[in-house]
């Protein structure tokens, strides 16, 4: 509970985590990009500073949270509002990171109408589209690539997540951001969010993210913390770093 009330980003949250028992959660798990969860993803460090994605290391600006909870299995953060880019798609047939690369112009020419070029931030966060779904009806979406399938028909061969680009945080509300010409791409508003978030490094599969989100919510319980959502991987490294380095979360809103 030390932490309580101080804002700070990725690069601090991962020094205290080594130094406050992190080694239960470096374990074998997955970066946003692998482990069939829709492509490489890269996310927006706390403070707007560059770094390289180098070594692991986190080299763009993140979103700014306050750590309300802290615990030798997880944190609990409040995050502060922001504004997201986000795609649903079909996993086995897009790669959703690739039309939110084309637009902040990552690729190339942004493909948006100004054009205007936008920076690049930490991490991507991708979840099951069924999810995200209910979490915007309930304005307390994160950014994250979902997967939704159904049953019986055409759509039960689908795999749709939601994954979502954190914008810089010059932008302040969604009007003030470029508008996609791509029209799979969505600009909205987050309000501030609650959740509560394990890191490990490693590559994160499916199987290893499960197990996490899993362990997390039994925790939460168990502390009496009440879950308001399904869970999110974040994923802060592009797929070429190196396992022991990459920096992954899992995340579950909570109230």
Not at 6 to 21: H, L, Q
Not at 38 to 50: I, Q, Y
Not at 232 to 244: D, F, I, K, R, V
Request: aromatic fraction near 6%; glycine fraction near 10%.
């Amino acid at each position: 509970m030390g932490d309580g009330g101080e804002m700070r980003g990725d690069e601090e949250r991962r020094a205290s985590k080594r130094r406050g028992g992190e080694g239960q959660e470096m374990e074998s798990g997955a970066v946003g990009g692998e482990g069939g969860r829709g492509g490489s993803r890269w996310l927006e460090d706390s403070r707007p500073r560059r770094r390289l994605f180098s070594c692991g290391k986190i080299t763009v600006e993140t979103p700014k949270y306050e750590v309300v909870k802290s615990t030798d299995e997880y944190e609990i953060r409040q995050y502060a509002p922001a504004v997201v880019a986000e795609v649903t798609f079909d996993e086995k047939k897009e790669n959703g990171f690739l039309v939110l690369a084309n637009y902040i112009g990552a690729l190339g020419k942004p493909q948006n109408a100004r054009p205007e070029k936008i920076a690049m931030t930490a991490p991507v966060v991708t979840k099951a589209a069924a999810a995200a779904a209910a979490e915007k009806i309930a304005m307390t979406a994160p950014v994250v690539t979902t997967k939704a399938g159904g049953s019986g028909d055409e759509s039960s061969e689908k795999k749709l997540v939601t994954m979502q680009f954190i914008l810089p945080s010059k932008y302040q509300k969604a009007e003030e951001a470029p508008r996609p010409l791509d029209e799979r791409v969505v600009i909205r508003d987050e309000e501030r969010k609650k959740l509560a978030v394990v890191t490990f490094s490693g590559v994160a599969t499916e199987k290893v993210v499960e197990e996490k989100a899993e362990k997390l919510r039994k925790s939460l319980e168990r502390d009496g913390e009440t879950v308001v959502g399904e869970h999110m991987l974040a994923g802060y490294n592009p797929p070429w770093t190196l396992p022991p380095l990459r920096t992954n979360e899992v995340m579950i809103p909570v109230a």
